[in-house]
């Protein structure tokens, strides 16, 4: 049986990457990752917090329809699913 290496399991390093910094701490993506994929891809899968009782809030849909990922990006607030991370963004989480 022939094996097929999970893209996860690639060569990594061949990989371009960008920098942002999320809730104050840097995070690297892979070049064209959405900020939401990124930071799941960074072991931060809690995007945000629910207004209603303050519990950690993820993404759904990842495809922009559900507003759960939202989070003020370079001060504005948009869904993270749908921005693609850029080198020097400011991410921050809404309470
Ligand atoms: S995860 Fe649904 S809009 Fe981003």
Redesign the pocket.
Known sequence: MRRIAAPAARNLSKVARVMFTADGDEVAARAGA?V?AALIAAGRPA?GRSPRDGRPR?????????????MRIDGVRR????VEARAGMVVESLA
Do not use: E, N, R, T
């Open positions: 959405s939401a995007l993820g993404a759904f849909c990842l495809m922009g329809v559900c507003q759960q990922c939202v869904p993270a699913c749908m």
